[in-house]
């Protein structure tokens, strides 16, 4: 505990970059739910741009409206 899942649009990141993606994320997650690093475990899963609405945003963002702790502000 905790396992954070990451959906974003496809990107191509170094090793370097995930490195502290996971460094910073998992930094932040022991500083603020109290936990030890090796509780914790982080996955990237990119989405295409044309999946988003059905694959993250319907059943994830709007269909779980109370779980946010932050909600989207899509730009047009």
Same mark, same amino acid.
């Given at each position: ?25 998992? %930094?932040?997650?022991? $500083?603020? =739910?109290?936990?030890? +690093?090796?509780?914790? #475990? ?19 963002? %709007?269909?779980?409206? $109370?779980? =946010?702790?932050?909600? +989207?502000?899509?730009? #047009?």
């Amino acid at each position: 505990m905790p396992h954070v899942t990451i959906q974003h649009f496809p990107l191509d990141l170094a090793p370097e970059q995930r490195r502290r993606l996971a460094d910073a994320l998992t %930094a932040l997650l022991v $500083e603020q =739910l109290g936990t030890y +690093p090796g509780a914790v #475990s982080i996955a990237l899963e990119p989405v295409q741009p044309a999946d988003w609405a059905g694959t993250v945003y319907e059943p994830r963002i %709007a269909g779980r409206s $109370e779980l =946010l702790i932050k909600t +989207p502000e899509y730009r #047009s």
